[in-house]
């Protein structure tokens, strides 16, 4: 009886301990006198990939689906809502006698049989969007063989056909010719489309018709949609990946990205089908086709635009392995190679080079000071390996500073992954890809990934991750808080390892609401709104504030990688005179922590970050887009230790001025 009580006492003493733990103080010492390393400017950057809409239809602003009658089925996206009266053919170039490219073939040969009522209706990338006001230059192809069509109507209309803009064109040369014109929205609207109607009778042909908004990123024309590209500076991002992810090696070889064919005049770049177009049973795409308008001259703009530095990855000759693995037989890999040569050649080289001329002639005379490339995207086993040695051996040769980026594969672990590594390793390969989609679970576990990793081995870029709160890109993945805040947990894990870890980036990186194949995303947006997940803030949060200096933040001489569900990372910033930590408390109550900062002298204010929300499942919307935003507030800097209390489920950015 009596050892009964004595054990009840026992177990109930345990449990007061474990409560006491929990809610004692957390006690962090960060030492500021000694930089453990520099943090590469690099560190936090941006993943694009022409996935869920995000270049045609997304980031790309032509309003116009399948402009130039090039998808698989010609008049896809193009509507002919009365054709009793009238009829459309399609022809091949040959034809009839025209100027436009090889790669261009298709045009839209429209027969108006009486002078009025046919309609040529493009539904846009499900609807365009439309402002008040707004401007949006129209400009289109046509030739008038007889002189028979007088006029070209375009009109834009709401979902309830109410005209809410219109322009016209005069077709007044038979042979080919380029016509523009303007239409100012007379309403916002998220679903317009654009309808074609034409005064006269006979036959007219049209081809690349185009419609973008005037007021695009920079002002460019035909250039890329202001807002989006506005969300990827905020990120004040360290580099950009493009084109991908998958679509760099193509379901075969034959539909790989080829980046000279996106490059040039934007109506001879050939459009081709999307690989994510069929690439989800449950989320095909049928209307889903590359332009090419945003190709690789547009990415390295864009790159330099933001702030980045520019990181293309290229087909190493190897198909994508979970769809053909269609390989490129080892004695014929030239092609490829000099694909990345000339790429470099592209990026960097003499305006008086042939690949640099095409540069100058782009409008860039200035070398867009490439530093890396990438070889293959997620390829796997004795294959890949012996195509890198080959590329390696080629870059090195003739342009021996271009960081290569070698790949592990798929997943962060497993038979292919720890192959790669020990290959690559042997190799003194300089920076290898890695990539995870992992539960939120696993990113909190693993904030210590990387802490055992050889300091003087090949360097690390996180190249795609994301946590999936179902599973890996299940259609029902949410961009939910709880993802959020375990990537936090997890980036605090990268930035303590900034000597191994040198990139980073999440994946995807935007989706649209209505056209989208993968989950979770990092932006969303639909043909009027954008949004950052709060995903994109934790990621903007590091970004913004990486700091210039690594130092160690630890508790009781060990990292916080957990202990009491905290995490912990801390920073110094020589240009703003800044000691920076970063706390996220993954747990359901709040936490106390005690600072102790050695090593600088504080001033009197500090400031600091906090994205915070009540509940693991909240996220950001388009109903409610800031449902979960950075706050800022200022606080008194205290002699001694500085103390502070962390929700729940929080990511706080610490920053004290140094005197
Ligand atoms: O980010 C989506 C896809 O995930 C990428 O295309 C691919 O590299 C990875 O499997």
């Avoid at 006001?133 to 046509?142: E, T």
């Avoid at 962060?412 to 990539?435: Q, R, V």
């Avoid at 509940?615 to 935003?629: S, V």
């Amino acid at each position: 009886m009596k050892n009964t009580i004595l054990t009840k006492f026992t177990i109930c003493g345990l449990m007061l301990s474990s409560f006491y733990i929990n809610a004692q103080k957390t006690t962090l010492e960060v030492d500021a006198s000694k930089t453990i390393t520099k943090i590469q400017p690099t560190m936090f950057g941006l993943f694009f990939e022409d996935i869920n809409f995000a270049a045609d239809g997304g980031l790309y602003a032509e309003m116009v689906k399948n402009r130039s009658f090039e998808f698989e089925k010609p008049l896809m996206g193009w509507e002919q809502p009365n054709t009793k009266r009238s009829s459309m053919n399609k022809e091949s170039g040959s034809a009839v006698p025209i100027n436009l490219a090889a790669d261009n073939t298709n045009f839209c040969r429209v027969e108006i049989n009486n002078d009025k009522g046919y309609a040529l209706i493009n539904e846009g990338f499900r609807g365009m969007g439309v402002k008040k006001d707004a401007k949006y230059n129209l400009s289109l192809k046509a030739a008038n063989p007889n002189a028979a069509i007088k006029k070209i109507i375009v009109q834009l209309i709401d979902k309830d056909q109410k005209v809410i803009g219109e322009t016209n064109i005069i077709p007044n040369s038979v042979q080919w010719a380029n016509y523009t014109a303007q239409i100012i929205g007379t309403q916002t609207e998220a679903k317009a489309k654009l309808k074609i109607t034409f005064e006269g009778t006979g036959t007219i042909d049209l081809d690349m018709i185009s419609l973008f908004p005037e007021d695009t990123w920079k002002g460019r024309k035909n250039g890329l949609r202001k807002d989006l590209v506005q969300l990827l500076y905020d990120v004040k991002p360290g580099f950009l990946r493009f084109p991908g992810g998958c679509i760099v090696e193509g379901r075969t070889l034959s539909d790989r990205y080829q980046w000279k064919k996106s490059v040039g005049n934007v109506e001879e770049r050939k459009t081709m089908m999307n690989r994510w177009n069929v690439e989800f049973s449950h989320k095909q795409t049928p209307d889903y086709f590359q332009s090419f308008g945003l190709g690789f001259y547009e990415y390295f703009q864009l790159s330099e635009d933001i702030g980045a530095e520019p990181l293309p990855i290229l087909s190493c000759g190897m198909a994508c392995q979970y769809n053909t693995g269609e390989l490129a037989p080892m004695d014929e890999l030239d092609p490829y190679i000099q694909d990345a040569l000339d790429l470099i050649e592209f990026a960097n080289g003499e305006v008086n080079t042939k690949w640099g001329k095409l540069r100058l002639d782009m409008g860039h005379p200035q070398p867009f000071n490439l530093k890396y490339i990438g070889v293959g995207n997620e390829q796997w086993g004795t294959d890949y390996i012996d195509r890198y040695k080959v590329f390696e051996k080629a870059i090195k040769a003739k342009y021996p500073k271009i960081i290569i980026v070698s790949g592990s594969g798929p997943s962060p672990k497993g038979e292919h992954f720890d192959y790669a590594m020990a290959e690559l390793k042997k190799l003194n390969a300089e920076l290898i890809d890695e990539h995870y989609y992992e539960s939120p679970k696993w990113f909190r576990k693993n904030a210590g990934r990387y802490d055992n990793y050889d300091r003087k081995g090949p360097k690390i870029f996180a190249g795609e991750y994301a946590a999936q709160s179902v599973s890996g890109a299940n259609p029902n993945n949410r961009n939910n808080w709880e993802c959020a805040f375990s990537e936090a947990a997890f980036m605090t894990g990268l930035e303590r390892n900034a000597e191994v870890v040198q990139l980073s980036s999440y994946a995807p990186l935007m989706a649209h609401e209505d056209a989208w194949q993968w989950t979770p995303d990092m932006i969303w947006f639909n043909n009027l709104q954008s949004y950052g997940s709060a995903n994109y803030y934790v990621q903007q949060l590091f970004s913004t504030n990486k700091g210039t200096d690594l130092l160690s933040i630890t508790q009781d001489g060990k990292a916080l990688i957990g202990q009491h569900d905290l995490y912990a990372s801390a920073v110094k910033d020589t240009n703003s005179k800044e000691i920076i930590v970063k706390l996220v408390n993954t747990a359901a109550s709040n936490q106390d922590v005690n600072i102790n900062l050695k090593g600088a002298k504080l001033g009197s204010k500090g400031s600091m970050i906090r994205l915070v929300s009540e509940n693991l499942q909240d996220e950001n919307t388009f109903a409610d887009p800031k449902k979960i935003m950075p706050k800022q507030s200022e606080y008194k800097i205290a002699k001694g230790s500085q103390q502070f209390d962390l929700p729940p489920y929080s990511v706080t950015v610490l920053k004290f001025k140094i005197k």
